[in-house]
């Protein structure tokens, strides 16, 4: 028996995750309030995660493709965007890319031994330059946001 919750989701979740109370760690959330002002397509959702963890799985389980933008501790420039998948971030366990307590891969992780996983992850990782209290993105992270934007738009139309 299909939950109805299920039937009524799109097939694309678009997924901000960050703590806005930490200037660049909240860019997922900060993109996602961006998109909101923006006309997408009737099969996008979007979703500001914020820090939450395993409580992600019930909004990610049985989509056909799940976008996830978050700050990356990653060896890069601070602003840097690096686009992984769901493998790349699997094969990268041992360095901890994000930077929440319970990730993103375990949260992927844990929807795949329940069956309930996307079919595709995509994540838009970004090097944060400034992770200090205070609620407004660095000034090299407000000009990434667009280009975040573009990639996802790119992304909704594959």
């Not at 960050?18 to 996602?32: Q, S």
């Not at 686009?83 to 699997?90: E, K, P």
């Not at 992270?141 to 996802?152: C, E, G, R």
């Amino acid at each position: 028996m299909t939950n109805t919750f299920q039937q009524k989701r799109c097939p694309l979740l678009v997924l901000g995750i960050g703590n806005i109370l930490l200037r660049d760690e909240g860019l997922g959330p900060h993109v996602i309030k961006e998109l909101q002002k923006m006309e997408l397509p009737s099969f996008v959702e979007l979703l500001d995660g914020g820090t939450a963890g395993a409580d992600l799985i019930d909004f990610i389980c049985d989509r056909r493709k799940v976008i996830v933008i978050d700050a990356i501790q990653a060896d890069v420039e601070p602003g840097s965007i690096l686009r992984m998948t769901a493998s790349d971030l699997i094969s990268n366990l041992q360095q901890n890319v994000s930077l929440h307590e319970f990730g993103l891969i375990e949260t992927l992780s844990m929807a795949k031994q329940l069956n309930c996983a996307p079919q595709e992850v995509v994540i838009f990782g970004v090097k944060p330059e400034d992770i200090r209290c205070g609620t407004e993105l660095s000034e090299k992270m407000t000009k990434v946001v667009p280009k975040v934007i573009d990639l996802i738009i790119s992304e909704l139309h594959q």
